[in-house]
């Protein structure tokens, strides 16, 4: 355990937690809603600091990002709980434990040895990943600060419900972020998430601020948040942000607590993505359709293929040094273009 940060003290040996939205008031010997951050004698504590329950070598792609140095390798940590309560949870065994079981678990690792791990696996970044990172944050800070000591990026994958207290205390040490958007509707995050959206879009527009480059995904659930109206808000709300933000369209499968929702169809996801693509947006995938169109990367300008998708993994196809091959279009990313070792 390591005493927390983001937070004060209160009467009768209460706190109050200001690491995200939900800025839960913690009495004695009681957790936050996360699961993972616990009062004790007045003092907070998170319970997970240096206790990662996954670690894994993934292509960056598969975060998903792909206009942040594609084709390369991320060392991908993740730590049990959430501060969501999503009933659709894809990682609900890790993230939800720790408020179901009041268990923690999870191996002691430092920082340094995530660094030393990610450097000797050939990753160009560190990926905080897998349930929220949010609330980790003491832990992710400081193997971020060594990950930029050793010439790594640090990428954060988050439900975006950061506080803008510790946002402003991480921005420096976080290079890029996929923002899980689940819906533009309050309806949707208080009954499936209970949670908020509007925090989501302030956190959105405060990371695009202060120089992070942003990435989006939303998972399309039939019935719940696949209506045009809906997806029209979506990409309108991402235009307004920026028209090269990457919106990655994700297919939902039955799990969790919801299995009375089929799987969505192949239609609903191009009709999203088209929803995307006329708005403005230069940059929409189906990340979970293998191949094609839909996951390749085209010139906004002149249509050629930039970059081609097999699996989790890219290849450079008509871009040199940032810009299109064939008639000079900036693209929209960062470190633009590193060979996948698989594919080069």
Same mark, same amino acid.
């Given at each position: 355990?390591?005493? $927390?940060s983001f937070y004060s003290k209160i009467k009768e040996h209460s706190v109050q937690c200001f690491l995200c939205a939900h800025y839960c008031r913690i009495g004695p010997n009681e957790r936050g809603k996360c699961g993972v951050r616990e009062n004790r004698h007045g003092q907070l504590w998170s319970l997970v600091y240096g206790r990662p329950i996954a670690r894994h070598v993934d292509p960056v792609e598969k975060k998903p ?169 979506? $990409? ?35 009709? $999203? ?72």
């Open positions: 355990m390591q005493e $927390a990002l792909y206009h942040f140095q594609p084709g390369s390798l991320s060392y991908s940590i993740g730590t049990v709980g959430c501060n969501f309560d999503c009933l659709f949870c894809q990682n609900a065994d890790i993230a939800h434990g720790p408020k179901e079981r009041k268990k923690i678990e999870g191996f002691a690792v430092s920082p340094e040895e995530i660094v030393d791990e990610a450097l000797r696996t050939e990753c160009s970044s560190i990926s905080y990943t897998y349930t929220e990172p949010t609330i980790f944050l003491e832990y992710a800070l400081e193997v971020s600060r060594k990950a930029h000591g050793a010439g790594l990026k640090n990428i954060f994958v988050t439900n975006g419900y950061i506080s803008p207290e510790a946002l402003r205390q991480s921005a420096a040490f976080i290079d890029a972020a996929n923002v899980d958007l689940k819906s533009f509707s309050e309806e949707f995050y208080a009954g499936q998430c209970s949670a908020s959206l509007q925090p989501v879009l302030t956190t959105m527009r405060s990371m695009l601020g202060k120089g992070i480059w942003v990435e989006v995904t939303t998972l399309l659930i039939p019935g719940l948040n696949d209506g045009t109206v809906e997806l029209k808000g979506i $990409a309108d709300f991402l235009v307004r942000l920026d028209p090269g933000i990457p919106w990655h369209i994700s297919s939902f499968q039955p799990t969790s607590r919801v299995m009375d929702r089929p799987s969505t169809p192949l239609q609903s996801l191009y009709t $999203a993505r088209d929803i995307g693509m006329n708005a403005g947006l230069r940059n929409v995938y189906i990340s979970s359709v293998p191949g094609g169109i839909a996951r390749n990367t085209y010139c906004h300008n002149c249509g050629e293929m930039l970059i081609e998708r097999t699996g989790q993994h890219s290849r450079r196809a008509g871009l040199k040094d940032g810009r299109c091959r064939k008639c000079g279009a900036v693209v929209d990313g960062v470190d633009l273009f590193q060979e996948s070792p698989s594919m080069a």
